[in-house]
């Protein structure tokens, strides 16, 4: 009699603990696949991390960080109406809007409104109105409140409040119609309500910009949207005094520390700069947006743009400005506007007015017999050269002295 064979156990793939171990690594969990998405668009890998967002959707339909990360990255690869459709799944009045709507939903929004100013506005302050509640809820829990959790609630509050000072300041957004009847109004009383449009609108502008001071006092965007508010009411020393204060803040930092305001930033500064004629400042600024990208379209033009009013202002007072005469500092400009030229043709960038106010200010320089440095000279230029002022608006500390 034969021994007696022991039957051996079979495993199927339901049962096969190899088999099921091997298919759990197959299933991350949706949080797993949420880090490597937002890992993905700090990478700035967006076509990847739609993958892995459509993943986790595809598990949980309703998945709110999903859906934010979502609208995050068809915006950036330039689906704008589906990166509009998934900010709105999250807010009311959609049916699938969570409770607690995420209040970057309704900032996405806000930009994405661009031709809908009174929808912009109204996300804005939904925006405004969520930011608020949480940053009371974290005061009230102050002590197991990370401090930069805080403050980065407080820089989204006025950043939502100088989104609506900059709709309000906008001449090309006719707001004054929502609030007026314009079908039944005589041309006197046109007049009238416009006057009193325009006074409602600066009191709102200055409201906000209260709010977002003591949401965040010292806060350097608000104060540098103050000072533009000043300058549209005619008031230059008011707003030389607050954009010395917003400069101050950051001006003595890192080109590398997290906390220097986004290049767009640096240059509205500028700009505001150019505009009271503080070039000693403007262009401090610019040499350090330069040094962060050297391939910045704007900061080209607008360091040509300076160089081309300190050159005319130098010859109307008697053809020197600190030292350089008006053909050194024109030289100066055209060079700078014809780097601007060459980067906006090879960029393919956008701002066709920029490169048409480039001609015309090359043209007049061409008149006034300016021509272009040498290419090697330009070329073998010091890149680490600092623009320096013998101009008495710097001070003994190093700072400028807004006169």
Request: net charge negative; proline share 5%.
């Amino acid at each position: 009699m034969g021994r007696t064979r022991t039957k051996k156990k079979v495993h199927t793939k339901a049962t096969d603990p190899q088999v099921q171990h091997v298919s759990e690594l197959k299933e991350p969990s949706s949080q797993a696949l949420l880090e490597k998405a937002q890992d993905l668009i700090v990478q700035c890998d967006y076509e990847l991390a739609l993958k892995f967002v459509k993943r986790i959707l595809k598990k949980d339909e309703n998945n709110v960080e999903a859906k934010e990360m979502l609208g995050v990255a068809l915006l950036e690869t330039g689906e704008i109406d589906a990166a509009k459709q998934a900010f709105q799944s999250l807010v009311p009045p959609h049916p699938g809007a969570p409770v607690a709507t995420p209040p970057s939903a309704h900032l996405y929004l806000a930009q994405l409104s661009d031709d809908e100013p009174n929808v912009a506005l109204q996300h804005y302050q939904a925006a405004v109105n969520v930011l608020l509640a949480q940053l009371k809820g974290k005061v009230r829990a102050k002590d197991q409140t990370p401090k930069n959790d805080e403050t980065e609630i407080k820089s989204n509050i006025v950043r939502a409040l100088i989104g609506q000072v900059e709709i309000w300041m906008d001449p090309s957004y006719d707001l004054w119609c929502l609030f007026f009847d314009l079908s039944f109004m005589c041309a006197s009383a046109l007049k009238q309500s416009s006057s009193s449009f325009e006074h409602q609108a600066e009191k709102t502008c200055e409201d906000l910009l209260s709010q977002a001071l003591q949401t965040d006092p010292g806060n350097a965007e608000a104060l540098q949207m103050l000072a533009s508010v000043r300058l549209s009411q005619q008031k230059p020393e008011d707003a030389k005094q607050y954009l010395e204060q917003a400069w101050s803040v950051w001006k003595d930092l890192e080109l590398d520390d997290p906390k220097l305001p986004p290049i767009p930033n640096r240059l509205a500064l500028v700009k505001l700069f150019i505009e009271l004629s503080l070039y000693t400042p403007a262009l401090l600024v610019l040499h350090g947006v330069m040094l962060t990208d050297d391939q910045e379209v704007e900061a080209w033009y607008l360091e040509g743009w300076c160089f081309y009013l300190m050159a005319e202002q130098a010859k109307e007072n008697g053809g020197t400005l600190d030292e350089l005469t008006w053909q050194e500092l024109a030289k100066d400009a055209r060079d700078c506007l014809e780097t601007c030229q060459v980067l906006h043709r090879n960029q393919e960038h956008p701002d066709t007015p920029l490169l048409g106010h480039v001609g015309e200010l090359i043209s007049k320089l061409d008149a006034l017999g300016i021509k272009a440095s040498p290419q090697d000279e330009v070329e073998g230029g010091d890149d680490d050269d600092e623009w320096e002022s013998d101009d008495e608006s710097v001070d003994e500390d190093g700072d400028v002295e807004m006169q």
